[in-house]
């Protein structure tokens, strides 16, 4: 029970050049010269969305089908080499956030939504996570931090323990912001615990009341260096296997 899972992660892992925005972004260029207007780009993907949901729920299922699902949803190894690309300070507080997405919503979010739900659900996850990578689409963006509230609080935990073992403190300073980062920016705080596990400064830039400002997080070490690239990446992939374990145990015992 669940091989097709363990085969789906290992192809997708095999298979990292494979980028699945790059299929999101040519499509949507293509649809756009048809349907000209926003609101229609809308219409047409909540339209596709629904259209997949029905054919997930009428289709077969079994290991095959759980072998396509898990190769088509888990996208972090791809980031790997995006990441180390990243030399600099500057760059690698933008591989920050490229590690923490990779980790919430190529890996983390669709799993739980498939161990919690289904495949179909786990399959909606992905389609609303691409879709809302691509600009213009803000309600699939808020539906994409909705969906992500809770997987993001799961990764918090993981991360709050390996904060613990690495820096023995407990303390981590949000700014006030926690609850509201949870529930309206919920890869923010993975992104600031990713700071704080690393001990480097995060910046984090917002816009209110039409004023541009920034908030700095974490703490400075003077070691921002690929070192730093390599070390958290390790994190990620150490809390993917967690997690994945973690996912075929319950798909194991109840699916």
């Known amino acids: 029970m669940g091989i ?3 085969l789906g992660c290992l192809i997708s892992i095999i298979f990292w050049k494979v980028e699945r925005q790059v299929v999101f972004r040519t499509s949507d260029k293509i649809l756009k010269k048809r349907l000209k207007y926003k609101i229609l780009m ?16 009428i289709g077969p299922k079994g290991e095959m089908i759980n072998f396509i699902i898990a190769f088509i949803v888990i996208d972090i190894s791809n980031s790997e080499k995006k990441n180390l690309e990243h030399e600099g300070p ?6 920050i956030t490229l590690a923490c997405k990779s980790i919430l919503c190529g890996f983390v979010a669709p799993l739980f939504y498939i161990a919690l739900f289904s495949n179909t659900v786990g399959i909606i996850y992905f389609l609303i996570y691409n879709i809302s990578e691509i600009k213009d689409y803000d309600l699939f963006k808020i539906l994409n931090n909705i969906l992500n509230i809770v997987p993001a609080l799961i990764i918090q935990i993981f991360f709050y323990y390996i904060y613990i073992f690495r820096n023995k403190k407990f ?7 926690y609850i509201k980062n949870s529930i309206t920016k919920p890869l923010l705080n993975i992104e600031i615990m990713a700071a704080y596990i690393e001990s480097i ?55």
Request: proline share 0%.
């Open 90 to 95: 500057i760059k690698f507080y933008g591989s």
């Open 171 to 177: 303390e981590i300073d949000f700014k006030g912001d």
């Open 42 to 57: 809308n219409i047409f993907y909540m339209i596709f969305i629904f259209f997949v949901y029905n054919l997930m729920e």
């Open 201 to 255: 400064n995060f910046y984090h830039h917002f816009e209110k009341n039409s004023i541009n400002y920034i908030k700095e997080y974490g703490g400075y070490n003077s070691k921002i260096d690929e070192y730093c690239i390599k070390d958290y990446l390790s994190v990620t992939y150490a809390l993917s296997f967690i997690f994945f374990a973690m996912f075929m145990g319950v798909v194991f015992l109840y699916k």
């Open 4 to 6: 097709g899972y363990i």
